[in-house]
């Protein structure tokens, strides 16, 4: 308990020198890259179940394709988001 009481000024100390640009920063890289990674991972599902289905009834393949793109451009409209939250962040701090 004493540790703990003789760490904390220090704790609170280093609390206060944090940065709000810097934090806006991290959360700026955090929302695009997180962003990211879910509109890759779901672009890739996507993808890979159209091509299967496709590949199961090649005379439906014209309507899938369509189907496919809609779906991407809505999976890329979440990255873009992410984007606009990202540079709203940046700039406005």
């Not at 904390?8 to 609390?15: F, G, H, K, S």
């Not at 189907?67 to 992410?82: M, N």
Request: aromatic letters at 6%; one cysteine or more.
């Amino acid at each position: 308990m004493d540790l703990f009481m003789n760490i904390m000024p220090q704790v609170l100390a280093a609390t206060t020198m944090i940065d709000a640009k810097g934090m806006a920063g991290l959360g700026a890289g955090l929302a695009i890259g997180i962003a990211a990674c879910g509109a890759g991972i779901g672009m890739g599902i996507a993808a890979g179940k159209a091509l299967e289905a496709g590949a199961r009834q090649p005379e439906v393949f014209g309507r899938i394709q369509t189907l496919l793109l809609t779906a991407i451009v809505f999976i890329e409209s979440v990255a873009i988001y992410a984007l606009v939250v990202a540079l709203l962040l940046i700039f406005t701090f």
